[in-house]
Structure formats: structure tokens, C-alpha cells
């Protein structure tokens, strides 16, 4: 709903550049082929490297891949979904001889039992937790367990929270493996006739996990806990278990993954309504992404390395005799080979890697190292275009034209609503004409996206029969017409006839996988895997001692280049955090939205600290979004330790052994302004700084080791050549100086810059002033400057709900003033919770607190 605050000129790239000078397309596309071929041609296909992107389409993804594995003939192409998904995808190959997601969005609503594990749902897929949510309410004997070392905003509709001990997953899922055979609960007839393997699982699960007892103190839940769980497995039929990050990011995520898939397997609980393990993708190309070969160790359209008539039928279908024969470099390694200077030219596209691999000093100086760095991208300024050597400018969501496909398969058309400012190209176009640049203009000669679209269609037929049958088949789409790619309607795959996508929903066959039992495995029979339970890769030492996990917040997406243009959505979490244990907090001396230092070996991190029962005792969270840009030092991945799982590649992001210390300064600020150019590039100068976009302007927060009246005197310097009136008044005994300068402009104050320095602020009550900042300055706004506190309108507090802008003062006091008693009472008084929904947790919230506060008579 916020997607109109982000599709703004302000920030974007809109023109190519080499080496920081603007440029003409020709001169650009000339310039990455010729460096390219270049460095091809005096180190060979293995010193150039591709890292691409769930965020591109599918169309672009399949040139890319083609382009690199086709054409360069090397398989040095991975993609930032190396970070999220392939532990799913290792996995499910292990277990289905394909990496298929089994089931569909509506098992959700057909099951009566929905394990959330590794997810927070709530705020990473807030449309589908609405659907599940609005399923409990139509039947509440749906029952959700929610399975994640945090209390998130999941757990508001969960029957029961597993806070388990971080990275112990497989012993849970072993032991309910173990359970359901010990209770005669297996599913002996679909055992026999579509698996194999179970044997060996179930014996590494009793070594690992039979006695419920050692099980409590490994997972650290109670025995009562536990045995809830697996009662509850064993009691229900339908049953789906949806997993994310906290099972993906792991050094045993491919474990993690099937050890749920076992369960699944064991009780025959796959492959129909209602049922099925899930894994839920992030971003919204990461499975079109997975099926045109995004990833270094994998061929396009369900494709292998390895297999001779996969090669021979892709070689003739491409007609090139490049054709790379083994696996590339994945993600961590390809910036190790590029920190080692073996990799030469890297081509980024729609992603972040100075701010999303982990050790961020390592990718840092990679990519200042690498001769050649192209970064396609359609913001100018980012952690990673930074290092560009060259730059070129592309369209973004809105813009662009093409598919993608989504966690059930379903291929969606994403279209074109917007002009492109600037000079701004498809992604796919980029790439074609590079190629066609470097020499392969046979195979790059796409006019338009769906041509491309039909290419790949026709290349997921190959050989796709008898008994190579491949799940990925979208051969009834070979024949798109132009017109009926244009107007496509979402749809499942396989789409093997044109029937497949013109008959209605109701009728269609591919809604699940595998419902006839058949697998893609050799004998056709899915694969149990023996997994056995084993610690994370680095674990807490005295002087490491406690753990750190990382993940999302409601209201940002990953680096921010986009989500931090919209105003109302920084408001929601404005600040970088540490949510910390109040054991811990006490512990380490730290207060609520102090300032803290978080290190490991490997770097350190200044963050406000949050201190909430959310998170247990020895473990603190982080979240991933803030980043060089818009932080003096918040980029978390500065921590993490590339360590990965060694089947998929994928790295550890949620389990990192840290320290935590306060971090003491003399003076804080707060700056607004509507125009940060002068500023910016002195805040270098100060120990923190974090910068937030508000309407019509930014709001800054400094810390300092300076004495507040020195802070105000340099704050002042600048502030001083903004136009308007200026104000100033302070405090000399507090040590509290405001200034503000405000401007008439047609008939209206207009308040363009303002700053409040003091040895310590209350941020907490400091919300009201992101909302003044190029607005009308009257006397209420006047007033409230003057007198550091919010009067009036601007009381409204800290937005809760994005979609409506209704704050969490308004919210408690119509909870007052009208005696309300329910989330829906409040949503009819304010509005609040009536756009997506997401902040329905925290209304829940707020109207438990004041009932707290006042019960009813
Ligand atoms: N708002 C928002 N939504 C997003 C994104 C975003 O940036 N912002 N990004 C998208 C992308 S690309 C992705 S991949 C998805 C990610 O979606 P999620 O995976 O749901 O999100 P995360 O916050 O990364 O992690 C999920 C949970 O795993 C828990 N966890 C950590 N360690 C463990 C463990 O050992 N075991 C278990 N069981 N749980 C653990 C964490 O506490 C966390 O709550 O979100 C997508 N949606
Ligand atoms: N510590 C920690 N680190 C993590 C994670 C974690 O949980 N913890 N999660 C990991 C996961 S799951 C993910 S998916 C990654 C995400 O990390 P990134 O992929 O690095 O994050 P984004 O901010 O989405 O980067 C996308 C970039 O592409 C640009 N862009 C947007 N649209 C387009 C387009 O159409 N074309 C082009 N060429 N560019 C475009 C954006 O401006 C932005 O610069 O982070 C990973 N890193
Ligand atoms: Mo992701």
C-alpha cells in the first residue's frame, strides 16, 4: 500500500556512467562487452562472474543465465537467492528428485494444523498470514504452532510458541519423527509404496532424538511443550508446515529442511488438500529465479550438470558449443575468488551485496580489488553501486515488464504502469545487447519480453517425457502470441497443454505435485534423508558470549533503497535496534534506547538498544535493512561469519556469538531538514548518525562525544545557511538548544530546518516530529518547537498503522474516550487496521496495555 511513496524520482540512477563520468548507452554497452571479452580472453570464461537476483524477472534472469552459461561458458552466475532459498532447494532435490514446492497457497486454508517454523509470517508474507488468519477465523479448530527462538507478531494467533534453542531444529523434527513410530502414527502403506530410506532416518532420529528428556535440554523447551507438539502432529490429518529463513540460514539449513520433509513423508502427509511441507520464497522472483538456472550449480529449466542429454538437448536448443559443463562458484565463494583476484569483472544486478553477504568488510574490499565492477541498478546511490565502475540504470517494479513466479508456482504477469524516468532500461535488454556486443547476436536478438518468455517455455519441453519427465513443463505456453502474453492471468505450473491456463481454477489439475506418489527420483520414490541434529558452525565463547540473530522488521524491505523513500514507513521502527533480554540488558548495564556496541571478531555494530521480553536470555536480534547509506554504523552483516552450509552454500546469518557494551556520549541530536546536502557530508564526524526519510524531508540523529553546546555550534554552522527566519532558544543549565529556521512561502510558514541538542534525548517521545518538517509551521507547530513537546495535532504519537497513518496516541485514546474493547471497535473509531492488516498485532497490543491500565468497571 506504500508501493506510491516509492515510485519517485528522488535517488534514482538515470544514466550510465564509467567510471563516475556520464555516458551514452553505446558507449556503456560497448565499454562491459569489451572488458568483458577483455578479460575473457586473457584469463578465460572463469575470471568473469555474474551475481544476480530474486528481484529480477524471470525474463532478464533467463538471459543472464543464458548469456553466462550458454555463451560466456562459464558457470560463474549465482544469485542473492543463494542467501535465502537453496537449503529448500538442496533439500527438496535430496527428497523429490526436483526442487518442487509440493503444494498450494489454499492447503493453508484446508488444513487444520499450520506450523509456522523459521517464519514470521506476519510481517515477511503479511497477504498470506491475513488469509490464514481470516481461516482461523471462519474455523477455529485450525490450530497454528508457531516454531522461532523470538516471540514475533506470528505468535498473536498461535495455540502454542516453541521458542526453541536457536539451530536445533533437526532434533525437534527427529523427535517427532520418533514420536509417530513410536505411537504407530506412520503411514506404513505410503511408506512401502512411494519412499525409500526410512530405515536410516528413523535410526539416526533415535540416536539423536528418542528420549524426551535429553530431546527438553537440547531444543530447551519442556518435555510438556514438546509432547503438545507431537500430540498435536499425531492427532491431526491435514497438516502444512511452513518454513523460512530460520530453517534456510543455517549451516545445517539442508538438514533442517528435511528433517520437516521426513515428517511429511512418514505419515503420508504430502501431496494432497490441506497437506505438504512449504517452503514460503522471499523475494518475488526467487522461483522463477530457481527455474531458469539462476543458481551456479544448476542448468536451466530443471536442468543438471552432469547429465549428458541435458547438455546435448540445451547445446542444440541455444546452438552454441560453449556450453559450461560444471557448476560455478556459489555466492560466498564467488567474492572469495574476486577478494583473491581470480574473478576480474563481476556484473551485479538488483542486489546489495556490500550490505547483504555476510562479512561485510570482506565484500567491501573484494569489490574495491575488482578491476571491473558493472552494477545494474535503478538507484544512484547504494553501499554497493558505490563501488561501480560501471554503472547502468534500469527500470524498476512499475516499469518493468515481464513474469515472475511465486512460492506455489504460480506465474504472474507483472506490467508495465509507469513511465520510466531517465534513461532506465529492462534488465533483459541490458544483457542482450552486451551479448550481442561480445559476439552472440544469433541468440540475443529478443525485440521483446515475450519472446524471451516463449524461448524458455519451449526450452522446459526438451526431452521433458517418458521416463526423463521433469515437473517443470511449461510447453503450453511455447506458442504465446504476443497479445496473449500480454493479457495472461496467473497461473500454476506445469502448463503442458494450452488447456492448462484456459480453464477455469476450479478445474485445474497442477494445483499440488506428486499426488499420484510419483517422485522425480531415479525409482520415482521420494528419499527419506538421515539427518542427525549438530551445533551451528560457530558457537559463544567467553569473550563472544552471546548469540546474534537477524531478520526482517514489519515496515522495511532488505537494504532500503527503495522502502526507506517512503515516509510512512520508517516510521514504524525509525531507528536501527538491538532488542535485548531485560536479564541481559541488566546484566551488561544497558537502558532502553541507549546506545550499544554489538561485536564479534569480525566487526562491530552501534545500534539502540530495545529491550523486550521478545527475545531470550543470552540471544539478541538485529535487523538486516539499515546499511552505509543511511547508518554511521548499523550494517549487521559487518558481524556475520560466511560460514555455510555445506551442501547448499547457504550462509548462517541467524546465529553469530557477539558481545554487547553501552556506548557512552555527551550529546545527542535531532536534525530535520528539507534539504540534508550541506549536512551530509559532515556526519562523518560524528560517533552515530542515522538518517530517516520524513515528508518533505529527512530527520537525522546524532550522537557525540562532544559537550551538547559544542554539537549545537557546528549543527548551527550549517543550519545557519538555510533560508528563513531563525529561532533559536536554549537552555544553557539543561544544556538544551532548539533552532529552527522558517521561511514564508505563498502565505504559509514553512519550517525548513530545525535541531534539538541535549546530553540525552527522549526519543520515544520525540515521534510528532516527523511529521512538521516542510509543512505549514503555525502556531501549533511554532509552539511545539519552541517548547520541545508536542501540542495539538501533533500528538497523534508514532504511526501503527502505515496504511491509514493512524498513531498510537489516537489509537489509546479513542480506547479511553469510547471504552472500546476490541480490535474491531478500534478499527471502526480510527480506522487503524483496515488497509493490510499488519498492525493488528500491535492494536491487540495496545488495547491489552490500556485495559491493563484501567480495566473495565
Ligand atoms: N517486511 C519484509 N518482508 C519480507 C522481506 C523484507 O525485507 N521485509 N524480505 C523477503 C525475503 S527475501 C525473505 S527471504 C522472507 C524471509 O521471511 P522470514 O524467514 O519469515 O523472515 P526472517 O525475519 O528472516 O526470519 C524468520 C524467523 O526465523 C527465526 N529463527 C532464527 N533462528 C531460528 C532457528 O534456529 N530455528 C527456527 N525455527 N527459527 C529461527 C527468527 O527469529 C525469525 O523470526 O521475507 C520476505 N518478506
Ligand atoms: N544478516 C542477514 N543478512 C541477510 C539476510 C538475513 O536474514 N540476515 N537475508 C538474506 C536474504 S534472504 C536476502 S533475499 C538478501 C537480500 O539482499 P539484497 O538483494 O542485497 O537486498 P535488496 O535491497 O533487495 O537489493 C536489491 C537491489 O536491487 C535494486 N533493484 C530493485 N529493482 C531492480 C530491478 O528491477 N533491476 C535491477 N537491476 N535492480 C533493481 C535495488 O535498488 C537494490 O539496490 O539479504 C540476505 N542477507
Ligand atoms: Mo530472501
Redesign the pocket.
Known amino acids: 500500500m506504500a508501493l506510491g511513496e516509492t515510485v519517485i524520482h528522488q535517488g534514482r540512477l538515470l544514466k550510465p556512467s564509467i567510471e563516475g563520468n556520464n555516458c551514452n548507452w553505446d558507449q556503456a554497452l560497448d565499454y562491459v562487452a569489451d572488458q568483458f571479452s577483455e578479460i575473457i580472453r586473457e584469463h578465460g570464461p572463469q575470471a568473469v562472474a555474474f551475481y544476480v537476483s530474486?528481484q529480477l524477472l524471470t525474463e532478464d534472469y533467463y538471459v543472464a543465465n543464458k548469456l553466462m552459461k550458454g555463451f560466456i561458458g562459464s558457470s560463474n552466475i549465482d544469485t542473492n537467492s543463494r542467501l535465502?532459498m537453496s537449503s529448500s532447494v538442496a533439500g527438496h532435490k535430496r527428497a523429490f528428485g526436483a526442487d518442487c514446492v509440493p503444494g498450494c497457497y489454499e492447503d493453508l486454508e484446508l488444513a487444520d494444523l499450520i506450523i509456522l517454523?523459521?517464519?514470521?509470517?506476519a510481517?515477511?508474507?503479511p497477504v498470506l498470514y491475513q488469509r490464514v488468519k481470516a481461516a482461523k477465523q471462519a474455523r477455529p479448530q485450525l490450530k497454528i504452532i508457531v516454531?522461532?527462538?523470538?516471540t514475533?507478531a506470528s505468535c498473536e494467533i498461535a495455540d502454542l510458541h516453541l521458542a526453541?534453542k536457536?539451530?536445533?531444529?533437526v532434533a525437534l523434527f527427529n523427535g517427532l519423527l520418533c514420536y509417530m513410530a513410536q505411537h504407530g502414527k506412520l503411514n506404513q502403506d505410503y511408506i512401502a509404496s512411494h519412499t525409500e530410506g526410512v530405515k536410516l532416518a528413523l535410526s539416526s532420529a533415535r540416536t539423536d532424538a528418542e528420549e524426551l528428556l535429553k530431546l527438553a535440554q537440547k531444543t530447551e523447551l519442556s518435555p510438556q511443550q514438546l509432547t503438545a507438539f507431537f500430540q498435536h502432529f499425531a492427532d491431526t490429518e491435514n497438516i502444512v508446515t511452513v518454513y523460512?529463513?530460520?530453517?534456510n540460514?543455517?549451516t545445517h539449513g539442508c538438514d533442517k529442511v528435511n528433517s520437516i520433509i521426513n515428517c511429511h513423508l512418514a505419515t503420508g502427509r504430502i501431496g494432497k488438500p490441506g497437506c505438504g511441507p512449504f517452503s514460503v520464497?522471499?523475494?518475488p522472483n526467487?522461483m522463477g529465479g530457481r527455474e531458469v538456472g539462476g543458481l551456479a550449480n544448476v542448468l536451466a529449466a530443471h536442468m543438471d550438470f552432469g547429465n549428458d542429454s541435458h547438455h546435448q538437448l540445451i547445446s542444440e536448443f541455444w546452438q552454441t558449443d560453449k556450453l559450461t559443463k560444471a557448476p560455478g562458484l556459489k555466492a560466498i565463494e564467488m567474492f572469495d575468488a574476486i577478494d583473491q583476484g581470480k574473478i576480474k569483472a563481476v556484473w551485479i544486478m538488483a542486489t546489495n551485496p556490500a550490505v547483504s553477504l555476510p562479512d561485510s568488510k570482506k565484500i567491501n574490499r573484494a569489490l574495491t580489488k575488482c578491476p571491473i565492477v558493472v552494477v545494474s541498478d535503478c538507484m544512484a546511490d547504494t553501499d554497493t553501486t558505490r563501488h561501480a565502475s560501471v554503472l547502468l540504470p534500469v527500470q524498476g517494479w512499475s516499469e518493468k515488464s515481464g513474469t515472475v513466479t511465486n512460492s506455489e508456482r504460480r506465474i504472474s504477469r507483472q506490467r508495465r504502469l509507469l513511465p520510466t524516468p531517465g534513461e532506465g532500461r529492462p534488465d533483459w535488454w541490458i544483457i542482450s545487447q552486451v551479448a550481442k556486443r561480445m559476439g552472440f547476436t544469433h541468440a540475443f536478438n529478443y525485440r521483446h519480453e515475450a519472446e524471451i518468455f516463449s524461448e524458455y517455455c519451449k526450452m522446459t519441453g526438451l526431452g521433458n517425457h517418458g521416463q526423463n519427465r521433469r515437473q517443470l513443463n511449461l510447453s503450453g505456453f511455447a506458442n504465446l502470441t504476443a497479445k496473449e502474453y500480454h493479457q495472461l492471468t496467473p497461473v500454476q505450473w506445469p502448463v503442458i497443454s494450452n488447456q492448462d491456463f484456459t480453464t477455469n481454477e476450479e478445474t485445474q489439475h497442477n494445483k499440488r505435485l506428486f499426488a499420484d506418489g510419483v517422485f522425480s527420483t531415479p525409482s520415482g520414490k521420494a528419499q527419506f534423508i538421515a539427518v542427525h541434529s549438530q551445533p551451528p558452525a560457530s558457537r559463544t565463547t567467553v569473550d563472544y558470549p552471546l548469540l546474534l540473530?537477524t531478520?526482517?522488521?514489519?515496515?522495511?524491505?532488505?537494504t532500503m533503497t527503495r522502502s526507506g523513500l517512503a515516509p510512512r514507513l520508517s516510521e514504524h521502527s525509525p531507528e536501527p535496534f538491538i532488542s535485548v533480554s531485560p536479564e541481559d540488558a541488566s546484566a551488561y548495564g544497558l537502558s532502553h534506547h541507549q546506545l550499544a556496541q554489538i561485536s564479534s571478531p569480525l566487526g562491530s555494530a552501534t545500534l539502540h538498544v530495545n529491550i523486550t521480553n521478545d527475545v531470550r536470555q543470552g540471544e539478541l536480534?538485529a535487523p538486516i535493512?539499515w546499511s552505509n547509506t543511511n547508518t554511521s554504523a548499523a550494517k549487521i552483516c559487518t558481524l556475520i561469519y560466511p560460514h555455510t552450509d555445506t551442501l547448499s552454500g547457504q550462509p548462517e546469518f541467524?546465529?553469530t556469538p557477539v558481545t554487547i557494551k553501552r556506548f557512552n556520549y555527551r550529546s545527542e541530536a535531532v536534525l530535520l531538514s528539507t534539504d540534508s546536502s550541506e549536512f551530509e557530508p559532515e556526519l562523518h564526524k560524528y560517533e552515530y548518525w542515522s538518517k530517516q526519510r520524513v515528508a518533505n524531508g529527512y530527520l537525522f540523529r546524532i550522537a557525540s562525544l562532544l559537550p551538547p553546546k559544542e554539537l549545537m555550534l557546528q549543527l548551527r554552522h550549517y543550519c545557519y545557511r538555510q533560508n528563513g527566519r531563525q529561532l533559536n532558544f536554549s537552555n544553557e543549565a539543561k544544556e538544551h538548544y532548539r533552532f529552527a529556521a522558517i521561511s514564508h512561502h505563498q502565505e504559509q510558514q514553512q519550517l525548513n530546518c530545525y535541531f534539538w541538542v541535549a546530553g540525552k534525548l527522549q526519543h520515544q517521545e520525540l515521534d510528532w516530529l516527523h511529521a512538521i518538517v516542510g509543512e505549514n509551521a503555525d502556531d501549533t507547530v511554532a509552539r511545539s518547537l519552541l517548547s520541545g513537546s508536542a501540542e495539538g495535532r501533533l500528538r497523534a504519537g508514532k504511526n501503527v498503522c502505515a496504511c491509514k497513518k493512524v498513531g498510537k496516541n489516537t489509537i489509546c485514546q479513542a480506547i479511553r474516550e469510547h471504552q472500546l474493547d476490541s480490535v474491531e471497535q478500534i478499527s471502526t473509531h480510527t480506522q487503524a487496521g483496515t488497509g493490510c492488516g499488519s498492525c493488528i498485532g500491535e492494536i491487540q497490543q495496545l488495547l491489552s496495555e490500556q485495559q491493563a491500565k484501567s480495566p473495565a468497571p
Not at 517454523?117 to 509470517?121: E, F, K, P, Q, R
Not at 531478520?551 to 532488505?558: L, M, P, V
Open positions: 530474486g535465502c517454523t523459521g517464519s514470521n509470517l510481517w515477511c508474507h516454531i522461532d527462538p523470538r514475533t526453541i536457536p539451530g536445533t531444529d523460512s529463513q530460520g530453517v540460514q543455517s520464497t522471499g523475494q526467487a540473530n531478520g526482517r522488521i514489519r515496515d522495511q524491505w532488505h536480534f535493512h541467524k546465529c
